[in-house]
Nanobody, 113 residues
Framework: QGQLAESGGGLVQAGGSLRLSCAASGIMLRLNTLGWYRQAPGKQRELVAGITSGGNTNYADSVKGRFTISRDNAKNTVYLQMNSLRPEDTAVYYC???????WGQGTQVTVSA
């Protein structure tokens, strides 16, 4: 059974950076569209960034210019580089193989003012 596992979350001050990783086991990611989602307390889960198998990317307006999604197919891993973090970026971040039920367990990102 395939699994996705996120890492890299933590506590950071506003203006700081974090890099999230999502490593897959038992699943080959290279042919799939991958996404990073987040869910803040009391809010619905939202798509933050996506990347196709061909490397095309898309971002939520709230993170454009600050976050970068990338993939390393050799490592079977997708990344989310988050710069200029804001308190409103605080959430649990999840990776997903888009259009499937493959989700990671989530990693907490907390940005202090």
């Amino acid at each position: 059974q395939g699994q996705l596992a996120e890492s890299g979350g933590g506590l950071v001050q506003a203006g700081g950076s974090l890099r999230l990783s999502c490593a897959a086991s038992g699943i080959m990611l290279r042919l799939n569209t991958l996404g990073w989602y987040r869910q803040a307390p009391g809010k619905q889960r939202e798509l933050v960034a996506g990347i196709t198998s061909g490397g095309n990317t898309n971002y939520a307006d709230s993170v454009k210019g600050r976050f970068t999604i990338s993939r390393d197919n050799a490592k079977n891993t997708v990344y989310l580089q988050m710069n200029s973090l804001r308190p409103e970026d605080t959430a649990v971040y999840y990776c997903r193989i888009v259009m499937t039920n493959y989700w990671g367990q989530g990693t907490q990102v907390t940005v202090s003012a």
